[in-house]
């Protein structure tokens, strides 16, 4: 555990003249910011159009996600594809990214069974999604769960007391001044980013744990609908 008190961060792996997504996904694949790349298969980066108007941030890849590389392939991305459709959103105008970049699981038998990220890992994956923000410039931020909210929003903020609820991006951040300023070409020129809304709601993966999952989903495609009309 001592070592991963001491996680060095992601920072240091960040190239600082990237100007790409596909530029900082490269780069991830040799992060070593804190342990979880040790048992981890690889890093999962986000992915969808850099000109994406809505940007949903999720927890952590799944076992399904470390094995094919990519965010949001499980069942627990099947649910979100099929929330986002009967919200009315258009798959096209989305990026999809999490929180902590490797997938946390322990091993039971031939089982690798999901564990939920720690502040340490939280705090060391944080540089690699205010790298991707800096190169996203979203109308609309959902936070997908409560380790999604506490890397943007800080450790008190509570998805079930504000779920649904609308709120000024990136003011809302904890740590603003991160998501303030983005870059406008490689010589390093930056500019005010451009205001935007976030919205919280539940992660996918909580529908398919509900005792009661016709009311949890229903719950979720409502909270996206509020995103959606954001759009407008």
């Excluded at 979203?138 to 998805?159: N, S, W």
């Amino acid at each position: 555990m001592a070592e991963t008190e001491n996680a060095p961060g992601a920072q240091e792996f960040i190239p600082p003249q990237a100007d790409t997504i596909e530029e900082l996904r490269t780069a991830s694949a040799g992060c070593r910011g804190c342990e979880l790349y040790r048992d981890a298969s690889q890093t999962v980066f986000g992915r969808g159009d850099e000109s994406a108007r809505m940007v949903l941030v999720g927890e952590q890849p799944g076992d399904m996600e470390d094995q094919k590389g990519l965010p949001f392939v499980g069942p627990a991305g099947r649910l979100l594809r099929k929330a986002v459709d009967d919200a009315g959103i258009d798959p096209g105008h989305i990026y999809l990214t999490n929180a902590v970049k490797h997938f946390r699981f322990e091993l039971r038998g031939k089982r690798r069974i999901h564990q939920t990220p720690d502040r340490v890992h939280i705090t060391a994956c944080r540089p690699w999604l205010v790298a991707e923000f800096a190169r996203l410039h979203p109308e609309i931020v959902v936070v997908l769960g409560a380790t999604a909210a506490k890397a943007l929003l800080g450790p008190t903020f509570r998805v079930t007391k504000q779920r649904g609820e609308l709120m000024p991006w990136p003011a809302a951040a904890q740590h603003p001044e991160d998501f303030a300023r983005v870059p406008v070409d490689s010589a390093g020129k930056v500019a005010d980013a451009p205001d935007a809304r976030l919205l919280a709601t539940i992660h996918p993966s909580a529908v398919l744990r509900a005792d009661n999952q016709d009311v949890a989903y229903d719950g979720l495609v409502k909270d996206l609908k509020v995103a959606a009309r954001a759009l407008r």
